[in-house]
């Protein structure tokens, strides 16, 4: 699929229209003053999958999942979560949805066991059972030793862990988790992505966020690429990637004004266009193979184009933005005022 | 959690859950959730009983201070000022420890678990009521203390036991009821040192302009009419008659309905200033 195809964000979901989808959001806007952090999101996500949505900081993700949430104000369009309308239930809304933000929403006041405690006894459930649910998700989630503790004693990945396990004790059907790696250790990214995959097992749905395209790669089933308050692109991880190549070989050149000359030996190797990045005289260049940076590589010394570092990296989401939309994560009309919500 | 070993568990099924869900909240419901609110509210003052020093020290400092400071120049010598002067404290208290709730409100809300709270299935009322709940224990030792304390100074109340009792309980109902004004603070304002400004200034008129500490006829008239009007001024007068005479006057009356009044204001704007919030 090619990059123009991925682009399919005008209309409606596509073939999935329907009633049995997990998340149906058709044009979902949130403006904050004159900003509008969400512009006319379209969403499907099928029962029984993991969709990612990727997209650097501000670019309406959290926001969009708190409006899905009911914890914002849906200000236009609308969205239905297992066909029931979101604005005009969320009474209903808030028993199927189980919500994990990006800061983890435990009391610090209590131990680990008295918050699973109090977020079943609130959602009904009679004292024995709520006991007998805090003792297993603590097991679980490998929080045993620390189920007495408080809170404040919690380092970042248990607090996301008991957080994770406090959306769970109703078990919903859909599970909504913004960035649930971002700042962990690798070895606690790791072990998050195994209860994620766990959790599809038992049957849920999860919409996650997240700015690491490898965290798409990894989990997703299906991914929206989000930028601006607006869907730039969806599809499979895969579909993304070979839009950007598998690797990227990433050039510096010696002398900046050689670009052009770099460019025309890209084209005329591998048939395909190089990403200038703003950086004076550094190119990326997507490719299907790692092997074939070697052919660029040659063609550029017989070409007499001067290089100064060279390297071949997996594709960021910087690549998969420059690709997609031309320029990168970092744009400075950015405000990031979803994260004060 | 990688090496964990999974039970085997019921598939979760979507449209069975859709099929269960319940439409509203009951009110058997909200009552249940606003107990474990309190639950949680009383966990935390156990775990912060720094939070205790103002209903704890308050009503000994002030009670002793105003009796020396106000009993000669009022009513002649410090042993007859005291039935006049102690039930004012004990408004004054109670008031002071209903302001602590709305700073309280705004602390918690500021912090991640609200998230929480606002996602789940219950009442949008249990986050604001359960703290007002654990807060009669806060009324009832600042009230005792009071007592206690013009105990300690030689006040003898004519009213007995059991006016004393009746005139603790009606202080802890009103303070418990003017409270949703300041929860009502705490859902607007953006910070919690706003909601402290704010419910200061509505505090010292209703505390001050009161016939807490000065008997009314020392007034000038234009003072003496808002005295006249001020709840807390209804407060104290019941409170009086019941801790020293053992008389349940009008007052009483108009003390319970004007609580009233301010729950059936207050409680309502304070849910929907808490929704808006989201």
Not at chain 2, 2 to 10: G, L, N, Y
Not at chain 2, 199 to 216: K, W
């Amino acid at each position: 699929m090619s990059i123009t195809e991925l682009r399919r964000t005008g209309g409606g979901p596509g073939p999935d229209t329907g009633s049995d989808l997990a998340v149906r959001a058709e044009g979902l806007v949130k403006t904050f003053g004159g900003h509008r952090a969400v512009d006319g999101i379209d969403l499907a996500v099928r029962p029984g999958e993991i969709f990612g949505v990727l997209g650097p900081n501000g670019a309406g993700k959290t926001t969009m999942l708190r409006m899905l949430a009911t914890l914002l104000k849906i200000d236009a369009g609308r969205a239905e979560i297992f066909g029931v309308d979101v604005a005009g239930n969320p009474h209903v809304i808030r028993q199927l949805v189980g919500v994990t933000g990006q800061y983890a929403s435990v009391d610090e006041n209590l131990t680990a066991r008295e918050n699973l405690w109090l977020f079943s006894r609130l959602q009904g459930i009679a004292a024995s059972r709520a006991r007998r649910i805090a003792t297993e998700l603590l097991a679980q989630f490998g929080l045993e030793d620390a189920a007495g503790k408080p809170i404040a004693q919690f380092s970042g990945g248990m607090r996301r862990r008991l957080d994770l396990a406090a959306s769970l004790i109703t078990r919903p059907p859909l599970i909504f988790l913004d960035e649930p790696t971002t700042g962990l250790d690798p070895r606690t990214r790791g072990q998050m992505w195994d209860t994620i995959r766990g959790l599809v097992t038992d049957g849920c749905t999860v919409l996650l966020t997240t700015q690491y395209l490898d965290e798409a790669d990894q989990l997703a089933d299906r991914v929206a690429v989000i930028d601006q308050g607006r869907k730039v692109a969806e599809g499979t991880p895969d579909e993304l990637k070979t839009a950007v190549g598998n690797s990227t070989l990433q050039l510096l050149l010696a002398e900046p004004g050689q670009v052009r000359a770099a460019v025309e030996v890209v084209r005329g190797v591998l048939g395909s266009e190089p990403v200038l990045s703003p950086e004076q005289g550094r190119l990326n260049v997507a490719l299907d193979q790692a092997d074939l940076a070697a052919d660029v590589l040659i063609a550029l010394r017989t070409a007499g184009v001067s290089i100064s570092s060279v390297s071949v990296a997996k594709p960021s989401l910087d690549e998969v933005f420059l690709a997609l939309t031309g320029h990168g994560t970092d744009g400075d009309d950015r405000t990031g005022t979803e994260e004060n919500r | 959690m990688s090496t964990m070993i999974t039970p085997v568990r019921e598939v979760v099924r979507a449209a069975d859950r859709v099929a269960a869900a319940r439409r509203r909240v009951s009110p058997g419901e909200t009552l249940g959730q606003t107990l474990m609110m309190a639950w949680r509210a009383v966990k935390k003052m156990r775990r912060n009983p720094e939070q205790f020093f103002d209903v704890a020290l308050q009503p000994i400092l002030f009670t002793a201070m105003f009796a020396f400071i106000f009993g000669g120049a009022i009513a002649g010598d410090v042993q007859s000022y005291l039935p006049l002067m102690v039930p004012g404290i004990l408004a004054q208290t109670v008031l002071t420890t209903c302001m602590a709730t709305g700073t309280q409100l705004r602390e918690d809300m500021e912090k991640g678990v609200f998230d929480r709270f606002k996602s789940l299935p219950i009442a949008r009322i249990a986050p604001l009521a359960g703290p007002m709940v654990a807060d009669l224990l806060r009324y009832t030792i600042a009230a005792t203390l009071t007592f206690g304390m013009g105990l300690v100074l030689g006040y003898r109340p004519g009213g007995g036991a059991g006016g004393v009792l009746a005139a603790i309980l009606l202080s802890i109902f009103t303070g418990w009821s003017l409270a949703w004004i300041f929860t009502w603070v705490g859902t607007i304002a953006r910070s919690t040192q706003a909601v402290q400004g704010i419910s200061l200034m509505i505090l010292f008129p209703l505390t001050f302009l009161s016939n807490a500490f000065v008997p009314i006829e020392t007034l000038p008239g234009w003072l003496a009419a808002f005295v006249r009007i001020n709840p807390v001024s209804h407060l104290v007068t019941a409170a009086r008659d019941l801790a020293n005479d053992a008389l349940v006057s009008s007052q009483v009356a108009w003390t319970l309905l004007a609580s009233l009044a301010v729950i059936a204001i207050f409680a309502p704007l304070s849910v929907r200033s808490y929704k808006r919030h989201m």
